[in-house]
């Protein structure tokens, strides 16, 4: 099961322009897991590799435990649901402070 701050290889499929392609890594965001397993959607924000130097986008660092090959951005302008069966396998997870700063970005995007 999916949880909050784990970093999952999603399937995307055929994209609109400016959207996220085909699989790709993605920071789930939520719901919380107050929603139980059956809930049939997950928000996940999708992650480039391509360093922008926009403010919107998180730096997450290739590792063991991100489980990311390359030095990715979490793309917080992005911000989707999708359904749980996009998700193709669990990459790994991301730290307490990048999750705040995430949270943060994402937060401002949504005026809070």
């Known amino acids: 099961m999916a949880s909050v701050d784990d970093l999952w290889l999603v399937d995307f499929g055929v994209p609109y322009p400016g959207e996220p392609a085909t699989r790709r890594p993605a920071l789930v965001v939520g719901p919380p897991e107050i929603f139980g397993p059956a809930f049939p959607f997950i928000i996940v924000v999708p992650l480039t590799t391509a360093r922008r130097g926009l403010s919107l986008h998180i730096e ?8 990311l ?19 193709v396998h669990r990459l790994g997870g991301i730290d307490s402070a990048t999750s705040l700063k995430v949270a943060a970005v994402i937060g401002t995007l949504l005026g809070r």
Not at 69 to 87: A, I, K
Request: aromatic share 4%; net charge positive; proline share 0%.
């Open 60 to 67: 997450v660092e290739a590792s063991a435990a991100t489980g």
């Open 69 to 87: 090959e390359r030095t990715s951005y979490v793309q917080c302008e992005l911000l989707r649901s999708v359904n749980r069966n996009r998700l």
